[in-house]
């Protein structure tokens, strides 16, 4: 359809897109300047996994993105656009199992394909600063980041039960999973325990919270919305309760320590190492086979306010500590390992999940707040408000929840069993998985020495080239493991036999980084060259999906206060605006192959061309809004393109052509939209900027259709910031038309004009006459019009008088500069 519209229109998109892709790449264009006097902007998109060719989720993100980059470029600053991609992770194993290959060759040939077609979408990236994470070079550096981890303390490893994929077998952190599923391949998600490495952003979680302040207005409000809940700060304090044959109280934290006094029992976490410790002999069957029903379980169902909570006694009882009564600690599937010390007091009257557990098991239930709502031991409903304290020794008689909290925090302090305590829901970060294509973990386990880095000179630690095919199968443990050539090696600290650690590091470490190398992406001395990355960081604008707001952009946070604390940067965050894009859906739904609506981005290119896609996506909603291509048309916005392409072709003015002295109603046009369009690309409104962009097409053909021609000078001045406008969407037609407007190449190097304010003043605007409510007269006024007169132009039109008919006016209403209405009597 492109190349038969191109007859009619004078306008060959597929030539124009191999000739001016050609051009951006010899000339360089969106490369880096060497040139100090400008003001630095970073553009940054996430990069892209190379799971085969681009798509039309692509398609929207990384048009809006070069938008903001091509538009800064013409406002006159030095922008890095970097392209990369995050290259590690299961795709690519998968598809090497499958084929009988390395994954090396599924994702370079992969991400050459991709490259092809970011250069064919016309992206204006600079790519002379390109990475791959999977390239030996990047990820020595990713192990030489972990080692300072490691040497700081925040790099651990710990025996847990971890969520285990069975499909793609190898764990998942907490916020891989989605609704009980792996959020890469949909299976429900068990448990396991291993021995794992972590890395400690908990120590990091008040700063996290903190230095939101500094994004707000930058970053979108859901986004850190979503941080702070998951972060999940909770103020309370840490209770100890001591548990028959421990030495070591038990603490547990509570958001309500006024309440302890109703604590009638205590609940552990069964998969949690203190259920197994504490649990008596005679116990231990039923406990081991209730543990195995709960390993069945996902963690949302465990959590569910539906699901029937289940328990067993352990065989043991706890001291409450302020009134020293004997307490039965049960392991129940309603309490989680991972939340504090996985063991919690039970309050039954006040918390509705322990009264249920309560009622289930006949377990005590006593009322320590009275709010009026009656006992609920009695009604069965707990109640969770304010209310006069009861049962409660000192606290008797109180009735404001903070001055119970205080007094009980002071007891508890006085007689060392608590202390007012913080604590967080975020969990430290698993990073451990049990798959071959990922960054090996730098670590050396060693009989003598215990875990010992891999020096730095030994830096990288590569993956064999010889492993392909089944060879790559999961396993439950890492593929690594079975290559003894490649496992065992020397000790650095004694010479003694040693092995390497197997497993590989979660690719959200790799994507944790890169925006710091991309600003110095050939560096050999380091991770990246700091004085580069002073240069041109924390990023101005970042662009991707709102469904990394808890895993890549918490951890790319983490990654940047732990890197300033190394002295390594000077910021506080790594990015100071973001902007998600929605998704492109069709016919309601997410595209997929088993609904059959998915879209190939290809042949829409092939049949409308880059330009009508590239604009269709803009101009269908705001960037952050989903787009459902059943509602949209490429075909129309083709038809827009040539529309406006035609008028390059028009103008017959010379180039350098003063305006001054061209239509003035075209000039205000002219003017206005480059005032509004400034506006709304700095708003991130870009859809709107398209809407202003036709009209002000529309209002350049009226007044070459009036018989002002070509020849005017106003007619190029809008033709001339029409195709810079335009060049931001469409930048194959933009390129085209300055070409045929007869100015030097390129437009995305051309300066953004600036409005000139004596066009911006309204000098008329169109005044409605209504007589008894209907429009009996339009007319063209001053904007400083006086009510006197507009009622004498009002009443003296030809229109108004034959309305009146000779009837007397009882009143005039003068809502100026817009409308005048006539009340006749």
Same mark, same amino acid.
């Given at each position: 359809m492109a190349e038969h519209e191109a007859e009619r229109s004078g306008y060959d998109a597929v030539a124009a897109q191999q000739k001016w892709a050609k051009y951006w790449d010899e000339h360089r264009t969106f490369a880096v300047l060497d040139d100090e006097s400008r003001e630095r902007r970073y553009l940054l998109d996430m990069f892209a996994y190379p799971s085969g060719d681009l798509h039309m989720g692509h398609a929207e993100a990384w048009a809006i993105g070069d938008v903001v980059g091509r538009y800064w470029k013409m406002k006159g600053y030095n922008v890095l656009h970097p392209v990369g991609w995050d290259s590690f992770g299961l795709?690519?194993?998968?598809?090497?199992?499958?084929?009988?290959?390395?994954?090396?060759?599924?994702?370079?040939?992969?991400?050459?394909?991709?490259?092809?077609?970011?250069?064919?979408?016309g992206i204006g990236f600079d790519w002379s600063h390109r990475l791959h994470t999977s390239d030996v070079e990047y990820y020595r550096w990713t192990q030489w980041l972990f080692l300072r981890f490691f040497e700081k303390g925040l790099a651990y490893r710990k025996d847990s039960y971890v969520n285990w994929c069975p499909q793609d077998m190898t764990v998942l952190a907490n916020e891989q999973v989605k609704d009980g599923r792996c959020e890469r391949c949909g299976t429900v998600v068990t448990k396991r325990q291993l021995n794992q490495w972590y890395f400690k952003i908990t120590d990091y979680a008040q700063q996290l919270l903190d230095d939101m302040d500094q994004l707000e207005g930058g970053w979108p409000e859901r986004v850190l919305a979503m941080q702070r809940n998951w972060i999940g700060r909770s103020q309370g304090a840490h209770v100890k309760f001591q548990v028959e044959g421990r030495d070591e109280p038990v603490t547990v934290f509570t958001t309500r320590p006024d309440t302890l006094f109703g604590a009638t029992f205590m609940v552990v976490a069964p998969d949690a190492a203190l259920a197994d410790e504490i649990v008596s002999d005679a116990q231990r069957p039923a406990f081991e086979e209730y543990l195995e029903q709960v390993k069945k379980q996902t963690e949302i169902e465990r959590q569910s306010t539906e699901h029937v909570k289940t328990g067993v006694f352990l065989g043991v009882h706890a001291t409450n500590p302020v009134n020293g009564e004997q307490v039965p600690?049960?392991?129940?599937?309603?309490?989680?390992?991972?939340?504090?010390?996985?063991?919690?007091?039970?309050?039954?009257?006040?918390?509705?999940?322990?009264?249920?557990?309560?009622?289930?098991?006949?377990?005590?239930?006593?009322?320590?707040?009275?709010?009026?709502?009656?006992?609920?031991?009695?009604?069965?409903?707990?109640?969770?408000?304010?209310?006069?304290?009861?049962?409660?020794?000192?606290?008797?008689?109180?009735?404001?929840?903070?001055?119970?909290?205080?007094?009980?925090?002071?007891?508890?302090?006085?007689?060392?069993?608590?202390?007012?305590?913080?604590?967080?829901?975020?969990?430290?970060?698993?990073?451990?998985?049990?798959?071959?294509?990922?960054?090996?973990?730098?670590?050396?386990?060693?009989?003598?020495?215990?875990?010992?880095?891999?020096?730095?000179?030994?830096?990288?630690?590569?993956?064999?080239?010889?492993?392909?095919?089944?060879?790559?199968?999961?396993?439950?443990?890492?593929?690594?493991?079975?290559?003894?050539?490649?496992?065992?090696?020397?000790?650095?600290?004694?010479?003694?036999?040693?092995?390497?650690?197997?497993?590989?590091?979660?690719?959200?470490?790799?994507?944790?980084?890169?925006?710091?190398?991309?600003?110095?992406?050939?560096?050999?001395?380091?991770?990246?060259?700091?004085?580069?990355?002073?240069?041109?960081?924390?990023?101005?604008?970042?662009?991707?999906?709102?469904?990394?707001? *808890?895993?890549?952009?918490?951890?790319? !946070? =983490?990654?940047?206060? #732990?890197? /300033?604390? @190394?002295?390594? &940067?000077?910021?506080?965050?790594?990015?100071?605006?973001?902007?998600?894009?929605?998704?492109?859906?069709?016919?309601?739904?997410?595209?997929?192959?088993?609904?059959?609506?998915?879209?190939?981005?290809?042949?829409?290119?092939?049949?409308?061309?880059?330009?009508?896609?590239?604009?269709?996506?803009?101009?269908?909603?705001?960037?952050?809004?989903?787009?459902?291509?059943?509602?949209?048309?490429?075909?129309?916005?083709?038809?827009?393109?040539?529309?406006?392409?035609?008028?390059?072709?028009?103008?017959?003015?010379?180039?350098?052509?003063?305006?001054?002295?061209?239509?003035?109603?075209?000039?205000?046009?002219?003017?206005?939209?480059?005032?509004?369009? *400034?506006?709304?690309?700095?708003?991130? !409104? =870009?859809?709107?900027? #398209?809407? /202003?962009? @036709?009209?002000? &097409?529309?209002?350049?053909?009226?007044?070459?259709?009036?018989?002002?021609?070509?020849?005017?000078?106003?007619v190029r001045e809008a033709a001339e910031f029409v195709t810079q406008a335009l060049s931001l969407v469409a930048p194959y037609v933009a390129e085209e038309m300055w070409e045929a407007l007869g100015l030097p190449p390129s437009v995305a190097q051309s300066a953004w004009p600036d409005a000139d304010p004596s066009l911006l003043v309204v000098d008329h605007v169109t005044m409605v006459v209504q007589v008894q409510g209907k429009v009996r007269a339009k007319l063209e006024v001053s904007p400083d019009i006086s009510e006197a007169q507009a009622t004498e132009l009002a009443l003296a039109d030809a229109g108004v008088q034959r309305s009146l008919d000779g009837r007397e006016v009882a009143k005039v209403i003068c809502r100026l500069p817009k409308m005048v209405s006539i009340v006749p009597k």
């Open positions: 795709p690519a194993e998968n598809a090497a199992i499958r084929n009988n290959a390395h994954p090396a060759e599924w994702t370079y040939k992969n991400i050459e394909t991709q490259a092809a077609s970011f250069r064919r979408y600690v049960w392991a129940a599937d309603y309490v989680l390992a991972d939340y504090g010390t996985g063991a919690i007091m039970a309050v039954p009257a006040h918390d509705q999940r322990d009264l249920d557990f309560a009622r289930t098991y006949d377990l005590p239930v006593r009322m320590v707040i009275d709010t009026g709502e009656g006992d609920p031991a009695e009604t069965g409903v707990a109640t969770a408000g304010d209310g006069d304290y009861v049962n409660s020794g000192l606290l008797d008689g109180l009735a404001t929840k903070a001055e119970a909290i205080d007094r009980i925090n002071a007891q508890l302090e006085a007689d060392k069993l608590g202390q007012a305590a913080i604590t967080y829901r975020l969990r430290d970060w698993l990073i451990s998985r049990q798959r071959f294509w990922g960054c090996p973990i730098p670590i050396i386990h060693c009989p003598d020495c215990g875990e010992v880095a891999v020096p730095d000179d030994q830096l990288p630690v590569r993956l064999p080239d010889d492993m392909r095919g089944e060879q790559l199968a999961p396993k439950g443990v890492s593929p690594l493991a079975a290559n003894d050539a490649w496992k065992n090696v020397d000790c650095p600290q004694c010479g003694g036999p040693a092995v390497r650690d197997t497993d590989t590091m979660d690719t959200f470490v790799d994507s944790s980084w890169y925006f710091y190398r991309y600003a110095s992406p050939q560096y050999t001395d380091g991770p990246f060259d700091v004085e580069a990355v002073k240069k041109w960081m924390p990023v101005a604008q970042y662009v991707g999906g709102v469904e990394h707001a *808890t895993m890549h952009l918490l951890y790319a !946070r =983490f990654f940047n206060k #732990v890197l /300033r604390d @190394m002295g390594m &940067v000077d910021f506080d965050e790594p990015m100071l605006r973001l902007m998600n894009q929605g998704q492109v859906i069709n016919q309601g739904k997410a595209m997929s192959k088993s609904l059959g609506n998915g879209v190939d981005l290809g042949q829409q290119i092939d049949e409308f061309g880059v330009d009508a896609v590239r604009t269709t996506v803009i101009f269908a909603g705001p960037p952050d809004e989903d787009i459902d291509w059943a509602d949209v048309s490429p075909g129309s916005t083709l038809k827009f393109l040539q529309r406006a392409y035609r008028l390059a072709g028009d103008v017959t003015s010379p180039a350098g052509t003063p305006a001054a002295g061209g239509d003035r109603a075209l000039r205000q046009a002219t003017h206005r939209a480059i005032a509004e369009i *400034t506006e709304l690309v700095e708003s991130q !409104r =870009f859809n709107v900027v #398209v809407a /202003r962009v @036709m009209e002000l &097409v529309n209002a350049t053909r009226r007044t070459i259709d009036s018989g002002a021609g070509g020849a005017d000078p106003a």
